[in-house]
């Protein structure tokens, strides 16, 4: 999201993290940088979970964790353009903007996300999906009885 910014009464651990964070920084993003921190941390996790369970597993299924991973990264590019596009049809920072506005072009984008992500992964016929798509029902039916 930037360089950080510290005080000269600052602690030794938080100059040292602003100094690494001027040599990071080449781009201030802002918020999309920290989604896209966020999103490489998920992945990171992912790949180290990978490795964690393969070495457990005698046989990890590595060929349907590539095309799982690669029908996601297919599904996450083609979702970004409809998102993008619609997130700019309006000045998120306009005061003049109503809060209703921007929670409907929010959901508006957040509906077309979910969409074009689920098409691409469904014509995919990603197992994972499939699977969710048969379990869904089943834990959902097993709590109704709690909710009444």
């Known amino acids: 999201?930037?360089?950080?910014?510290v005080t000269a009464d600052a602690s030794g651990l938080a100059r040292?993290?602003?100094?690494?964070?001027?040599?990071?920084?080449?781009?201030?993003?802002?918020?999309t940088g920290l989604?896209?921190?966020a999103s490489l941390g998920a992945l990171v996790?992912?790949?180290?979970?990978?490795?964690?369970?393969?070495?457990?597993?005698?046989?990890?299924?590595?060929?349907?964790?590539?095309?799982?991973?690669?029908w996601s990264l297919l599904a996450s590019i083609a979702m970004t353009g409809p998102v993008w596009w619609i997130a700019q049809q309006i000045n998120w920072l306009d005061p003049a903007l109503s809060m209703l506005t921007r929670v409907g072009v929010l959901l508006v984008a957040m509906l077309v996300g979910i969409?074009?992500?689920?098409?691409?992964?469904?014509?995919?016929?990603?197992?994972?999906?499939?699977?969710?798509?048969?379990?869904?029902?089943?834990?959902l039916l097993r709590r109704l009885p709690q909710l009444f």
């Open 115 to 139: 969409i074009s992500y689920g098409l691409v992964i469904w014509r995919g016929g990603k197992p994972e999906l499939h699977a969710l798509t048969h379990l869904l029902p089943e834990r």
């Open 16 to 31: 040292i993290l602003a100094s690494l964070s001027l040599v990071l920084v080449h781009y201030d993003l802002g918020a």
């Open 45 to 70: 996790n992912m790949i180290v979970l990978g490795f964690v369970l393969s070495r457990r597993l005698v046989a990890f299924p590595w060929s349907a964790w590539h095309m799982s991973l690669g």
């Open 35 to 37: 989604a896209l921190a």
């Open 1 to 5: 999201m930037g360089a950080i910014r």
